[in-house]
């Protein structure tokens, strides 16, 4: 809707303002509570990457047998039987999904669109967000674990391989950035 439009509708059609983010650092400290809630509840801490494995493993025994997955050393950790809700981590993910679903409507923020720059297509950003889903995906998992669970979890227990996973990863992006600048502006 365009400034002008805006003005004149009815205020039951207009969009309210979006609210002002939360505080950085009350969010960072209150992450840090869940996270020692976390570790207190199933003596571990934070990551999605089980999740996802859980969920494969399940799918694989869905086309092939038990014996078969299990043979498997990459599904037979994540079997559980062959009941993907048997992992905490699957409630975590969905969880995870509710709780930006609240936090999006409570800001009033929750809007369906695709974020990009002036010089890409929806279809390429679409593209652009896939391929570097799938290498993130990739890299969780030869990395044995997702960023959460590197740089929280592995963070916060001062867990060197996990310390210098972030650094990596900061450095990659700044490294990268000037390269793909002009998708943004």
């Known amino acids: 809707m365009s400034q002008s439009l805006a003005g004149s509708a009815p205020a039951s059609l207009r969009r309210a ?4 983010y939360w505080n950085p650092y009350l969010v960072g400290f209150l992450l840090g509570l869940v996270l020692l809630a976390t570790y207190l509840v199933t003596g571990r801490g934070l990551g999605a990457t089980a999740a996802f494995s859980s969920v494969a493993a399940w799918l694989t025994g869905l086309f092939a047998s038990a014996d078969h997955v299990t043979a498997n050393a990459v599904h037979a950790r994540y079997w559980n039987e062959g009941a993907p809700l048997a992992s905490w981590t699957v409630f975590l993910i969905g969880g995870a999904l509710i709780g930006a679903w609240i936090s999006g409507a409570q800001g009033r ?7 990009r720059g002036p010089r890409v297509t929806d279809n390429q950003r679409l593209m652009l967000a896939f391929a570097g889903g799938f290498l993130a995906a990739y890299g969780a998992k030869i990395a044995k674990g997702c960023t959460s669970g590197q740089a929280l979890t592995g963070g ?3 867990n060197v391989g996990s310390l210098a996973f972030m650094v990596s990863v900061f450095a990659a992006a700044y490294a990268l ?3 793909v600048r002009k998708e943004w502006i």
Do not use: D, T
Not at 17 to 20: H, K, M, T
Not at 109 to 114: D, K, L, Q, Y
């Open 177 to 179: 950035a000037w390269f």
């Open 17 to 20: 303002e979006p609210l002002a």
């Open 156 to 158: 916060a227990i001062l």
């Open 109 to 115: 923020r929750f809007r369906w669109s695709v974020e």
